[in-house]
């Protein structure tokens, strides 16, 4: 079986500080590990994936994940954030060979001035 | 990039009205397409998985008689909710994958938020 568990629903950082949103799996095969980001009123955007490559991912917008695991973790992390980085983050996993997305609970991330 | 668009954006009907929502692939063939139900504040959840040519698979829960699916060509598929009652009122997600050789990689429509009154 497959799962994800987001482990913040909320994230809140300052402008130009560090990002870092928490994701671990499970998965009974080889995971595909995917981020996804939704702006209010707005579709998912792929952010970046994972698909048994380079285990340091790095997507668009400055962002990058590492998946590691041992510690069934993919967690997306971006050294600075920006305004524009205001949005709700889903971490998802699907099976290679399987269509079926799963999808975690979501992390929605705040950025102050 | 790969696009899905679908159609309409937003759309509110009356109780015991049937709405039909529409998911293209404008760039790329899909045989396979999917249907998510996002209630608010709440995660994507899978509701079905659309099939060019064959019937719909409908996950654990999600009333197929209710959701009625239609795969009618390789770059359009479409959910229809029949006898909408309120508690329909969400927002439907659809997507479509293409197989890069190392996976799938599903491109989401921008989403239909259904009111039901």
């Known amino acids: 079986a497959q799962s994800v568990t987001q482990l913040d629903s909320h994230v809140s950082v300052s402008e130009g500080t560090p990002v870092l949103l928490r994701c671990n799996y499970s998965s009974s095969y080889s995971p595909s590990l995917f981020w996804y980001v939704q702006h209010p009123n707005k579709g998912l955007q792929l952010l970046l994936k994972y698909t048994s490559a380079a285990t340091l991912v790095k997507g668009i917008n400055g962002f990058e994940a590492e998946f590691k695991k041992s510690e069934t973790s993919f967690h997306l992390t971006k050294p600075s954030a920006h305004m524009s980085d205001a949005a709700e983050y889903f971490c998802?996993?699907?099976?290679?060979?399987?269509?079926?997305?799963?999808f975690g609970s979501g992390t929605k991330l705040n950025v102050k001035p | 990039g790969a696009v899905v668009s679908q159609h309409p954006s937003w759309v509110i009907c009356k109780s015991g009205t049937s709405v039909k929502i529409e998911c293209r692939s404008l760039?790329?063939?899909?045989?396979?397409m999917f249907w998510y139900r996002q209630f608010p504040k709440q995660s994507l959840m899978l509701m079905a998985t659309?099939?060019?040519?064959?019937?719909?698979?409908?996950e654990q829960g999600v009333e197929k008689d209710k959701f009625l699916i239609n795969h009618a060509s390789l770059t359009l598929s479409t959910l229809t909710v029949t006898s909408a009652h309120p508690e329909d009122s969400s927002f439907y997600i659809c997507?479509?994958?293409?197989?890069?050789?190392?996976?799938?990689?599903?491109?989401f429509g921008p989403g239909t938020r259904l009111l039901v009154l």
């Open positions: 760039d790329f063939q899909a045989t396979t």
């Open positions: 998802v996993v699907s099976v290679y060979n399987f269509n079926k997305f799963y």
């Open positions: 997507s479509a994958p293409i197989n890069s050789g190392r996976g799938e990689t599903q491109y």
């Open positions: 659309s099939n060019e040519g064959s019937k719909a698979t409908y």
